[in-house]
């Protein structure tokens, strides 16, 4: 039947395929440096305390990522709570009901924005690597949730009760200093004149005011008449206007720096005498995005939104470690059996594929290295399942190349007629398998389910290298080999091959 | 040439007599538990918590302990020798849960924490309804994608259609036997679950796709022959791969189910039936669909019925 494509043009060992043999080898070489570069199953702390920064980098980027399942560890998500907005009729009747129904709509307008959000966040980052949890992922999803990743954290409880807490602002006297936002700094709130003399190896700064004296109401942003500079507005209550004021008469010109759990934020210079209790911010290179961000901070003590656990996942050690090596274990015997298999099955073919196998495998543990892929449970499953199905498209060409020379074709026309003819069917049911692939990878996206997510990337991953590593990388070994013992395997087909070779 | 669509009817009725229990089984979850499988706290709400212990005990000493602190119990299933408690509770929150590890500590001595997930009401629902988008999406976009890929053959659609009824198969025979499993040994579907249908969708299509491009490579060639005869010679020079791929998983996915760890055995049997299942489907229900359809011979079939009636 296949003798029907009778015109292919044999294809002898060209300068091609040598260069690209040696590309090959170069590149499984290269996979192979960054596998063992550093233990293929290396947790994230395991990057040694330190370093100089290029070097935890490199470690880091070349030690395989073990998602929360398999190191242990804590994911929480945290929902941003609306408060739903009360409707009733009554509330039209006074100006206060209006201004209050007005201030619960732009409120929860502010708690669905992705700016809230996204302030949210970066205040946990702080804290969460303020508990020196190292290699934390703190992520904003959808439109009101983060996900908080938090790997081998012994006691989440308290991790958590550390996230979810008001962050205390206050006030700072920066006695003259030019403090850039992010410095952490010691104040002198809540201790007494003896302790704050017992601190010598750091300068404590005085405390002002604190978050407490500010009027969450008087809060906002504004253009500046004439320029349209943004401006933020604050109030104090009584309290912290007689203090502000007392303190601001003689700090004329200095700065008076906003600190949230003792990191600075903002340190704004003090034109004037701010006696009233309403000061403003604005001037130097502000923007809008600043403006809203120390607002909604001033406003919010810390968390711009009350955030509740929708759903926390916790891990102990070591059932993740007893998961890593059973599947090592499983995958390792499995792997041996299909290389057996299609050594037996194809011969001479099959252990090429076997060769171009074992270059998938490390290909795929080096990009999962480089992306980096955080591997999880599933992701394992996915791996060791795409290693199976990896030969798939050897064996589609195999079957064929197999057919056409029953059909009468000659040895090395039918190598070549074999990955022709499979090409079609190898691309459309890998594309089917990589557009599965991609809705996984969208739905657990769209859910923080992380798991179906690294299970989706890894599958897809395990198709696309192994697109590469069934066609060119066995193509191309099957050539070098024939141009170097073809006649050798002319003579011994039904040895090397499984099929015997009908001689005219 | 082996004259494999001959017996199609035969391939449909094993078919059926697969699914039907399973069906069976839905029936009887949606009437006993109010879903065709049972769901677990991803799709539900509520809290999972494995504990490993110091000690053998029974299920009442664990059950009692979490009933002190005034949490209802679903279920405690103990593994690994009495050794390994997994409650399934209600939604606990964080103080609850510190309070709960101490009062298993007072009772067991040195409990250890091996897994703990709590999952609340708004994220389940986000969950079941996303997952329903997920299957529907990927059905929508198989279907066109076959349909594209096969233009050039008379009536792509064709193609496209059964080979989203043999993944609709594969998805009733593997949610089947979940269910049954779920009846019988108290198998509750999570994500890990919905990830092994979806990859058994996208493998199942993979493998129809492979004997169809065959088919669709035939046609020109064969012009002479009847479509039933093109299909037998594609599906004959196909089968060897067929077999050999699904081998060369099922090696990979039993030496998981031997030596994998505990956690992942349940997803594995479910690729594994439902791999199974994708290759069967993809020889015996998708491609001689395409003849039935090719032959019209559900009509006649229905005309015989009705004739038989009357």
């Known amino acids: ?504 | 040439m082996l004259h494999l669509t001959r017996h199609r009817y035969l391939y449909f009725a094993i078919s059926a007599l697969v699914i039907l229990p399973g069906l069976v089984a839905m029936v009887l979850s949606t009437v006993r538990y109010g879903t065709p499988v049972r769901l677990s706290i991803d799709f539900t709400s509520g809290s999972y918590v494995e504990v490993g212990l110091p000690r053998p005990v029974e299920s009442e000493e664990v059950r009692a302990v979490f009933l002190a602190q005034g949490l209802d119990v679903a279920s405690v299933q103990l593994t690994e020798g009495n050794r390994v408690a997994i409650v399934r509770t209600q939604v606990i929150d964080m103080a609850t849960k510190g309070r709960l590890m101490e009062a298993l500590r007072a009772a067991f001595g040195e409990v250890i924490e091996r897994r703990f997930d709590v999952v609340g009401p708004s994220i389940s629902q986000v969950v079941t309804r996303n997952a329903i988008y997920a299957v529907i999406a990927a059905s929508l976009v198989i279907l066109g994608f076959i349909t594209f890929a096969f233009r050039k053959v008379p009536h792509p659609f064709r193609y496209g259609l059964c080979a989203i009824i043999a993944m609709v198969h594969d998805i009733l025979v593997t949610v089947g036997l979940f269910s049954l499993a779920g009846l019988l040994w108290g198998w509750e579907a999570d994500t890990l679950f919905l990830s092994a249908l979806l990859t058994v969708i996208g493998f199942s299509v993979q493998d129809t796709i492979v004997v169809y491009d065959r088919i669709r490579e035939n046609t020109p060639r064969m012009r002479g022959l009847r479509f039933e005869e093109i299909v037998d010679h594609s599906l004959t020079q196909t089968l060897h791969r067929s077999l050999t791929t699904q081998l060369n998983a099922m090696f990979v996915m039993v030496a998981l189910l031997l030596f994998g760890g505990a956690s992942i055995k349940q997803f594995i049997l479910v690729m594994f039936i439902g791999l199974a299942s994708g290759t069967y489907s993809s020889l015996f229900n998708a491609v001689p669909l395409l003849v039935v359809w090719e032959n019209r011979e559900i009509p006649r079939l229905f005309r015989r019925l009705m004739g038989r009636k009357a």
């Not at chain 1, 190292?134 to 439109?143: H, I, K, L, R, S």
């Not at chain 1, 969208?442 to 696309?464: C, D, E, P, Q, Y």
Request: glycine share 10%; proline share 5%; net charge neutral.
């Open chain 1, 1 to 504: 039947m296949a003798g029907i494509y009778g015109h292919l043009v044999e294809v002898s060992l060209q300068r091609r395929d040598w260069i690209l043999l040696a590309l090959i080898v170069l590149l499984a070489g290269v996979g192979l440096w960054i596998d063992l570069a550093s233990p293929a199953i290396a947790f994230w702390r395991a990057v040694p305390e330190g370093l100089p920064p290029e070097q935890a980098r490199l470690i880091r980027s070349t030690t395989l990522r073990l998602g929360l399942d398999l190191q242990g560890g804590t994911q929480v998500i945290l929902e941003a709570q609306v408060r739903p907005v009360s409707w009733s009729l009554s509330r039209w009747a006074t100006p206060e009901g209006v201004a209050g129904f007005v201030r619960e709509v732009y409120e929860n307008a502010a708690a669905a924005g992705g700016e809230t959000m996204e302030v949210a966040r970066d205040i946990i980052n702080d804290r969460v690597n303020g508990l020196g949890v190292t290699e934390a992922v703190v992520q904003v999803q959808g439109a009101n949730r983060i996900i908080v990743e938090l790997p081998g954290v012994p006691d989440p409880e308290q991790a958590l009760a550390t996230v979810q807490s008001t962050g205390f602002l206050e006030f700072v006297d920066t006695l003259g200093q030019d403090l850039p936002p992010g410095t952490v700094i010691s104040t002198t709130y809540g201790l007494t004149a003896a302790e704050i003399s017992a601190i010598t190896w750091t300068q404590v700064y005085p405390t002002v005011v604190t978050g407490y004296e500010l009027v969450s109401g008087q809060i906002g942003t504004r253009a500046k008449e004439l320029t349209g500079e943004p401006m933020v507005l604050l109030g104090f209550n009584p309290e912290g206007t007689r203090k502000l004021a007392e303190w601001s008469r003689t700090h004329v010109g200095q700065p008076l720096a906003i600190v949230l759990d003792k990191k600075v934020i903002s340190a704004p210079i003090v034109r004037e005498a701010i006696t009233d209790g309403a000061a403003s911010i604005s001037g130097g290179k502000m923007t809008w995005r600043e403006a809203e961000r120390i607002a909604l901070l001033l406003r919010y003590g810390a968390l711009p939104v009350p955030l509740t656990v929708v759903e926390n996942r916790t891990v102990g050690p070591t059932l993740g470690q007893d998961s890593v090596n059973k599947s090592v274990v499983a995958g390792i015997i499995g792997l041996c059996t299909v290389l057996l298999f299609m050594t037996l099955y194809y011969r001479l073919p099959g252990v090429l594929a076997g060769l171009a196998l074992c270059i998938y495998t490390v290909l795929i543990f080096a990009l999962y290295k480089l992306i980096p892929v955080t591997l999880t449970l599933p992701g394992v499953a996915g791996l060791l399942l795409s290693i199976g199905m990896a030969v798939d498209a050897n064996i589609l060409i195999f079957e064929r190349m197999k057919e056409e020379l029953r059909a009468g074709k000659a040895l090395r026309a039918s190598i070549e007629a074999g990955f022709d003819r499979a090409w079609t069917s190898i691309w459309d049911s890998n594309l089917s398998t990589l557009l599965t692939c991609l809705i996984l990878y969208l739905f657990g996206r769209s859910l923080g389910a992380s798991m179906v997510k690294g299970f989706a990337i890894t599958l897809a991953i395990g198709v696309a290298v192994s697109m590469f590593s069934a066609i060119t990388v066995t193509r191309t070994f099957l050539r070098a080999v024939y141009g170097l013992l073809g006649p050798y395997l002319e003579r011994h087909t039904r040895f090397l091959l499984g099929v015997a070779l009908e001689r005219p």
